[in-house]
């Protein structure tokens, strides 16, 4: 999902304690500024899903991740069209806003990889 | 000119079939005789696990584990055959399209089937390949992963489109109607859920977990040396669990008529209660099935069994008796089916073939007798038949009858103990199943059956 040179961004600073440390608050505040927390969304609710993989992906949800993807989504939309934000309280905290949907994503990248590689192998 | 060299040829290809060192044919009618190299079944345990396999020096090789998990144990309707069609799924080693990649590079074959006593995962492969395929089985019965998702994706909609083709059989779904009315519970139940499946994979889960055990499943060799067997499974196997063996309802008979409407098309399956497998199998039993008959040998034709002759005027109605063994009994059975009027007009003549088991003659016993062994050699040669009868004897029993002892058994039935064993068989209530068009087919008692 990511691109692979976020990918590499994102090693080079986890390996490095300090540069980490200085740049975690910064982005914290970053993420907080673009405002979808006040939509009361997840940050993976705004992947884009309109490829075969994320809408596979979406479809391994549980079911009670499945439903409250929804909720939120509903929910933000209702935010969007009376152009209100949510009440403070009911704001998604940095530690609700957890990766829920990429593990599956990444579940579906690994098989078709391991499809094309047997596709495309050649027996010697 | 045409007649001159028609004059000259004439007779040419006579002479030729009569050269006897070209085409030594010989007219002389040779019984089967007991080939000198027989396999033989070898019975040990690896690491707790029963093995039992027979090495019949072929290039290619079956390999099963047969568990016994089959419908009547299950505790949800559903539940074995979708244990079933997990098979070959991911494993906590590979994947399941790694399973089937490589598999197909080896050139090898992996099928399951399902019954009412047991669940079998099968391979077929070349000789040499044999501890790849006991590596994989023992994979698929120590290391199996219920992913969620293969279930909804890929497990459920096989099972429904099996259970649809099943019950689009009218033979099939007769034989269900007629398990229902001759044992109500456990053997009774059906063995495709066709209304209802209410599990998910946490179930499947916990019944592979009960039923996955050393004393519950047996590793089914064919075409391999057993002492290899023993070695691979020792290796591949030491991480299955201890525990019990699955403990069934009580098979009591009771016996019925059970009549279903059906679109698929009609058939009437009537059953006696017949011979349990293993050890405690009654040869009479089977030679009566033969002797019954229905199916054809020679093709085109009805054959001269009992049903057979009663077939011949009938161009659409087809026929099978068969004793099907289980663990702890039996259900003997003849499958009639066709156009509902041919059928309904058949049926009579078929109950009474099976009432004319009683008073059979010598040489129809001995017709069927010869048909018996030939099926019996026929299953030993062969490396995929039969696997799951040995298994099931193997888990309940601890062992297997040897070939030659079940060609003795069978060369053993004699007129009067066929005669005995009818008189039996036919002393019971008949369990009857028919599905179709219910208009038109007959009840049982109308046939002069007792149910």
Redesign the interface.
């Known amino acids: 999902m990511t691109s692979k040179i976020v990918d590499r961004c994102a090693k080079y600073i986890f390996a490095r304690p300090r540069l980490f440390n200085f740049l975690k608050p910064i982005a914290a505040k970053y993420s907080d500024l673009k405002g979808y927390r006040k939509l009361g969304l997840l940050y993976e609710d705004l992947y884009r899903e309109e490829s075969p993989t994320v809408q596979l992906a979406l ?2 949800l ?1 079911p009670k991740l499945a439903y409250d993807r929804a909720f939120r989504i509903r929910r933000a939309l209702q935010c969007s069209m009376t152009h209100t934000i949510l009440p403070k309280e009911e704001w998604i905290t940095s530690d609700e806003d957890v990766p829920y949907l990429s593990p599956y994503i990444e ?1 579906v990248e690994k ?1 078709q990889e ?2 094309k590689m ?1 596709d495309a ?1 050649v ?1 010697k | 000119m045409f007649s001159l060299r028609n004059a000259v040829a004439r007779g040419a290809p006579r002479q030729c079939l009569k050269s006897s060192s070209l085409l030594p044919l010989r007219h002389a009618r040779t019984f089967a005789s007991p080939a000198s190299t027989l396999p033989t079944y070898e019975v040990s345990e690896a690491n707790g696990v029963k093995v039992v396999s027979k090495d019949t020096g072929s290039p290619t090789a079956s390999l099963a584990v047969v568990i016994r998990a089959g419908s009547r144990y299950q505790p949800l309707p559903g539940l074995a055959h979708a244990l079933e069609h997990f098979a070959f799924k991911a494993t906590s080693k590979r ?1 399941s ?2 399973i089937t ?1 490589e598999v197909e ?1 080896m050139g090898g074959i992996l099928e399951t089937s399902l019954s009412r006593e047991n669940i079998v995962y099968k391979a077929r492969f070349l000789r040499g390949d044999l501890p790849y395929f006991v590596e994989l089985l023992g994979d698929a019965m120590t290391k199996p992963v219920f992913n ?2 293969e279930f ?1 994706e890929q497990v459920i909609p096989t099972m429904e489109h099996e259970s649809h083709v099943a019950y689009s059989n009218p033979s099939y779904f007769a034989l269900e109607a007629a398990h229902a009315v001759a044992y109500h519970q456990g053997l009774g139940l059906d063995q495709l859920s066709y209304v209802r499946k209410d599990f998910a994979t946490r179930e499947i889960a916990l019944y592979a977990s009960l039923t996955f055990n050393k004393s519950n499943f047996a590793v089914v060799g064919s075409g391999v040396p057993h002492s290899d067997l023993v070695k691979y499974t020792t290796e591949f196997f030491g991480g299955a669990k201890t525990g019990e063996a699955a403990d069934a309802e009580s098979s009591a008979y009771y016996g019925g008529e059970n009549r279903v409407w059906s679109r698929a098309g009609n058939a009437v399956v009537i059953a006696f209660p017949g011979s349990a497998g293993g050890a405690a199998f009654k040869p009479e039993l089977s030679v009566l099935s033969y002797l019954l008959g229905g199916q054809s040998n020679i093709k085109w034709s009805h054959g001269s069994s009992l049903v057979g002759k009663v077939l011949d005027k009938y161009r659409t109605v087809t026929a099978a008796s068969k004793n099907i063994t289980y663990s702890d009994t039996g259900l003997f059975y003849v499958t009639v089916a066709g156009q509902a009027e041919e059928l309904k007009n058949a049926l009579p003549g078929v109950v009474e073939a099976i009432k004319s088991l009683k008073n059979v003659k010598a040489e129809d016993v001995k017709r069927a007798i010869q048909n018996a062994k030939f099926d019996v050699y026929a299953a030993a040669e062969d490396n995929a038949l039969s696997l799951e009868a040995i298994g099931q004897s193997v888990i309940a029993t601890g062992g297997i009858p040897q070939i030659e002892q079940t060609i003795k058994a069978i060369e053993g039935v004699t007129l009067d103990s066929v005669k005995k064993a009818a008189t039996a068989l036919l002393a019971n209530k008949a369990a009857v199943g028919v599905v179709g068009d219910l208009h038109i087919l007959p009840y049982a008692c109308d046939l002069g059956l007792t149910v």
Request: hydrophobic share 35%; glycine share 0%.
């Open positions: 479809k391994r549980p579940e098989e391991e499809r047997f192998m027996r | 994947s399209l790694f990649r590079l969620a998702h909804k």
